[in-house]
Structure formats: C-alpha cells, structure tokens
C-alpha cells in the first residue's frame, strides 16, 4: 500500500534562517506531487506541483522554492524564513497519466512557525 | 479564480441530525472531489465526482453536483460525533487536471 510521510511535524524557526521541508512517497511510482501551505482556521492554497522529476511548476510568487531530485521526493525549501511564512505545510500525491484528476492523498503535515 | 467557496463556514448540529454543506466554483470543471480534515491533522479524501455525473453516494455521505448552477453538496445523515471536522470542496479543472484548487472549508460541529 501506499504511504506518504513529512518531516519534521513541527518547526519553529527564526526569521531570516534557512528551511526544508521534506515529503516522501512510497509504495508507487511517477506520482504527482504537491505542495499546500493552509493558515490558521483557512483554505489550502496551492505553492508547488511537479508532474515529474525536475518539473516544478508554481502556483504562487513567494521566497519558497520546491525540488523534486528523486521520483518520490518532493522537498520545500527557503533561503530566508518571513513571518508570513508561518502556517501548516502539507504534501500530497495523487496518480499521474489518463484523462482526468484521481484523489489526492495527503501527508500528516508540518506546523511551522517563524519567530 | 477558480477557487470554491463553501457555505456556511461553520455548520453547529446535534448528533442524528444531517448535515448539508455547499460548494460553488467559476469555471468549467473535469471533477470535483470533497476532503475531511480533523484538527491539526492532513486532509482524507471523501469523494470524487465527474463533470458528467449529477449524485455519488458513499455510506452516509450524499454528493450532488449541478454544473449549471457550478454547485455542489455534501450530505452527510445521521451526523456522528466523530464527524466533527472541517470539509472541503476542491475542483479540477477542465483545462488543467494536473491540480486541484480547494475552497475554504466548512467547519462542522457536531454535539453529542
């Protein structure tokens, strides 16, 4: 079966550092991934989505970037952390090919929080 | 935007009674799919239905869909208080299947 996992569950950084967020996949293969950020009590907004490795397309202008460089990895990344950036991370994966969208499965998340 | 909007944003019910939740969105759409997310947690999908179809059941959940009106609900009978969560409409688009864009949610309590 398939499994999708995050790390780490939660992450207090300070403004102005470094992140990376990781999200693997197992259990299947060419899945397409996703990036979601949701504040608090709200929608998800799309950040990322790759169809493949090394094809990342993004969906909002931000200082977050996303690389895929293995099949089932999908990796969230910063250079300098805002306080906007605070939120909860979650990455998802669903089946690529054939016409149409298949459901989305989700990972647990990341809570992140910029001080 | 093609973003869904879901109404009401927060639905109080007592445990028996059913719950409806609607989802309305811009453009033409491949499918549309409805998530739950208990607090904290990620989001576990419900289900999905196509441009093409007009109801979907799956055990105590009743989805409709009406591309006129680019509407959709969720019913949920015999409401349970473990289906205390927030639900989520997300649509595909016609023109991209490669995503889905979510709507803000509803957040439904259900009192024992």
């Known amino acids: 079966s398939q499994t999708i996992h995050q790390w780490p569950a939660t992450l207090v950084q300070p403004v102005g550092s470094p992140l990376s967020l990781e999200c693997t996949v197992e259990?299947?293969?060419?899945?397409?991934l996703y990036w979601y950020r949701q504040a608090a009590g709200r929608g998800l907004q799309l950040l990322f989505y790759?169809?493949?490795?090394?094809?990342i397309s993004s969906e909002v202008p931000q200082n977050l970037s996303a690389s895929r460089p293995q099949d089932r990895q999908f990796i969230l990344s910063s250079k300098k952390l805002l306080l906007s950036d605070s939120g909860f991370y979650l990455c998802?994966?669903?089946?690529?090919?054939?016409?149409?969208?298949?459901?989305?499965?989700f990972g647990p998340g990341t809570r992140l929080t910029v001080t | 935007s093609q973003q869904g909007e879901e109404d009401p944003q927060a639905l109080s019910i007592q445990e028996g009674e059913n719950a409806t939740m609607n989802c309305s969105y811009k453009?033409?759409?491949?499918?549309l799919q409805w998530y739950r997310q208990n607090s904290g947690r990620g989001l576990v999908h419900l289900i999905l239905i196509r441009s093409n179809e007009r109801e979907k059941h799956s055990g105590r959940l009743r989805v409709t869909l009406d591309t006129s009106k680019k509407s959709s609900s969720l019913l949920i009978t015999a409401s349970r208080a473990a289906d205390t969560a927030s639900y989520f409409c997300?649509?595909?688009?016609?023109?991209?299947?490669?995503?889905?864009?979510f709507g803000t949610g509803t957040r439904l309590q259900v009192f024992p």
């Open positions: 998802a994966w669903t089946r690529a090919g054939g016409y149409g969208i298949y459901e989305q499965y």
């Open positions: 259990g299947t293969s060419n899945p397409n």
């Open positions: 790759s169809v493949g490795i090394g094809q």
């Open positions: 997300a649509t595909a688009s016609s023109y991209n299947t490669d995503k889905l864009i």
């Open positions: 453009t033409s759409i491949n499918n």
